[in-house]
C-alpha cells in the first residue's frame, strides 16, 4: 500500500525519512507478508512492484537497505539514521534536534518528501517535549515543509478520541494550520487503519495520488475538506518565537477562533531555536560592549526568517520590538487587506542590530510600554488584524465608527435600562431622530478626542486643514 501509492507519483525529486526506531526487532513490524498469497489483489495495485518484493522475501533480504538497493523508488534519495530513543528526556531533545538538523541537510533539495514514523502523527499535547521515537510532531512536520516541497506523512490510527474518520478531519485540520500547503487524506482500509496525509502546494501530486487511490476503492478512500492553506488563501499569520505555545493562545477563542476553524486565516508560529546550529541549540549571545541581558543572534534569526519567508512567500516581515514606529488604525488596515504577516516575536534585550540591515523588516511597536516579550504584542497585532477580515465581524459596518477609524475616539455608548443609579441616557439618543443622533455623536467625538487625546485631535485638525490629495491651490496673484 505505502510503495503503490510513492511510485504513483509524478516525476519529482523523492526523499525518504525512513524514522528507524532501535528497538524494531521486538515486534512483528515489516513481517507482513499476507499479501503474497492474494497476487489478484495486490498486483493489480502495481504489477511490477509485487514481483520485486515477492523476489525480495524469496532471498530473505529483507530491510531498509535491501529496499534501498532494489530500486523499488527509483532515483529516491533515503535518511536512515536511527532516531534517538534515550530514556532521558531533556537528552532526547537536544539528541532529537541536532537528528532533525541532519535530516533537514540531508533531503535538501527534494520535492516530494516521505515521512515514514512507525506510529505516525503525535497527537499529544505534550509531543514536542515527549520526542517520542516513533512519531513525527508537527512542529517537525513544519520544519520539514514550505520552500515549494510536498510532504507525504503516514500516520497509524488510533491515537485519539472518536472514529478513524474524526481523526484524520481533526488533524487534517492541524495540517491545514500549518501553513504549508494543501492538505488530501488517503486513507488505506485493510489490516489496521493508516492513513497518508499530503501536505504541500504542487496540485499536480494531491491529483495524482487522489487519481491513484480512487482507481483502488477496495484499497483506499480520499479524504479532503480541510480547506486551502494559507500559502495560497486566507490571511496568514507566521509568528516566529521561542514560545510557539503561546499561539493561537486567546485567538483560538471567539470571533478570531471561528475564523480560524473556518479557514479565514490560519496560524503557523516557527520555533526560532530550531534554527539554531550548536548542539544546545544557542539563539542568544552577550551584547558587544558588555551590559546587562542577553541578544538574540543574528545567524540563528536569519535562518528562521528565511525559512519562513520561503514558506509563504510574498508576506510582509514585521518585528515587534519598542523601537519600532507606533502601530496606527491605519497600519492595520493595510496588513488586514494583504495576505497576512511574517511577525519576528523579540526576547531578552531585543535583536541584533544587523539583522534589521540584512533583512527588509518593519519594526513596530505596540506602545511606550515594555513586555517580557514580543509574542503579547504579536497577539494584540494579529488580533487587530484579524478582526477586520470579510466576515469576522458580524456586518461589514461594525467597525467603521470605532476609535481611530476616523482619527477620533468613539462617542460614547448606553444600552437599557433607560435608568441606572440615578443616570438616565441622555435624551437625544431615545428621540428616534437619526440626524440628531448622528450630530450628537460627532460632537462628542470630536470633544472626547479633544480633551483626552490633544495629540489625536491635533492631527485630525491639520488633516482637515490639508487639501485634497492631489488637489493644488494656486497661488493668488
Not at 251 to 268: F, I, K, N, Q, T
Not at 366 to 388: F, N, P, T, V, Y
Not at 442 to 467: C, F, M, N, Y
Request: charged share 25%; with cysteine.
Amino acid at each position: 500500500m505505502k510503495f503503490a501509492l510513492l511510485r504513483a507519483l509524478p516525476s519529482r525529486r523523492l526523499a525518504i525519512g525512513w524514522w528507524l526506531h532501535p528497538d524494531e526487532g521486538h515486534n512483528s513490524d515489516g513481517k507482513h507478508v499476507g499479501y503474497l498469497d492474494a497476487p489478484d489483489r495486490w498486483s493489480a495495485l502495481d504489477p511490477g512492484l509485487f514481483e520485486r518484493l515477492s523476489d525480495l522475501v524469496a532471498a530473505g533480504d529483507r530491510s531498509v537497505a535491501a529496499l534501498e538497493r532494489r530500486s523499488l523508488l527509483p532515483g529516491a534519495s533515503y535518511h536512515a539514521e536511527q532516531v534517538p530513543a534515550g530514556r532521558a528526556a531533556a537528552k532526547r531533545r537536544v539528541e532529537r534536534a541536532d537528528w532533525l538538523a541532519r535530516f533537514v541537510s540531508r533531503v535538501e533539495g527534494a520535492d516530494v518528501l516521505f515521512l515514514d514514523p512507525d506510529n505516525g502523527i503525535d497527537v499529544h499535547r505534550d509531543a514536542e517535549s515527549r520526542c517520542s521515537p516513533k512519531h513525527v510532531t508537527m512542529k517537525e512536520i513544519a520544519r520539514l515543509g514550505g520552500q515549494g516541497r510536498t510532504l507525504v506523512v503516514y500516520h497509524h490510527q488510533t491515537r485519539s478520541r472518536g472514529t478513524h474518520d474524526d481523526e484524520i478531519r481533526l488533524l487534517g485540520k492541524m495540517l491545514h494550520g500549518l501553513g504549508i500547503g494543501d492538505v488530501t487524506a488517503i486513507r488505506a482500509k485493510p489490516y489496521s487503519p493508516r492513513v497518508f496525509f499530503v501536505i504541500g502546494p504542487d496540485s499536480e501530486i494531491h491529483g495524482a495520488l487522489a487519481d491513484f487511490a480512487l482507481r483502488h476503492p477496495e484499497i483506499y478512500s480520499v479524504h479532503g475538506g480541510f480547506g486551502k492553506a494559507a500559502a495560497t488563501s486566507g490571511w496568514a499569520a507566521v509568528p516566529l518565537t521561542l514560545y510557539p505555545d503561546m499561539f493561537p493562545g486567546p485567538l483560538g477563542h471567539s470571533m478570531a477562533g471561528r475564523a480560524l476553524e473556518a479557514g479565514v486565516w490560519s496560524c503557523a508560529p516557527v520555533q526560532i531555536r530550531d534554527f539554531a546550529t550548536d548542539r544546545h541549540r544557542t539563539v542568544d549571545d552577550t551584547p558587544a560592549g558588555g551590559g546587562a541581558g542577553m541578544v538574540l543572534k543574528a545567524d540563528v534569526l536569519a535562518a528562521a526568517i528565511d525559512h519562513a519567508a520561503a514558506a509563504h512567500p510574498g508576506l510582509p516581515i514585521l518585528a515587534m520590538t519598542p523601537r519600532g514606529a507606533p502601530v496606527t488604525q491605519a497600519r492595520v488596515r493595510d496588513l488586514a487587506a494583504g495576505p497576512g504577516a511574517i511577525i519576528l516575536c523579540g526576547r531578552f534585550e531585543g535583536f541584533d542590530e544587523r539583522i534589521f540591515e540584512a533583512r527588509a523588516i518593519e519594526e513596530l511597536s505596540m506602545g511606550d510600554i515594555i513586555l517580557s516579550g514580543g509574542e503579547m504584542a504579536a497577539l494584540l497585532l494579529l488580533d487587530a488584524c484579524i478582526r477586520l477580515l470579510p466576515g469576522v465581524m458580524g456586518a461589514a459596518s461594525s467597525g467603521d465608527d470605532e476609535s481611530f477609524e476616523n482619527g477620533l475616539l468613539e462617542y460614547p455608548h448606553y444600552t437599557r435600562p433607560v435608568t441606572w443609579e440615578g443616570r438616565t441616557i441622555p435624551e437625544v439618543l431615545r428621540s428616534g431622530d437619526h440626524a440628531r443622533i448622528a450630530a450628537w455623536r460627532k460632537q462628542r467625538a470630536e470633544e472626547d478626542t479633544r480633551l483626552r487625546r490633544p495629540d489625536l485631535w491635533e492631527r485630525h485638525e491639520g488633516a482637515r486643514a490639508r487639501p485634497a490629495s492631489g488637489a493644488r491651490r494656486k497661488e493668488k496673484d
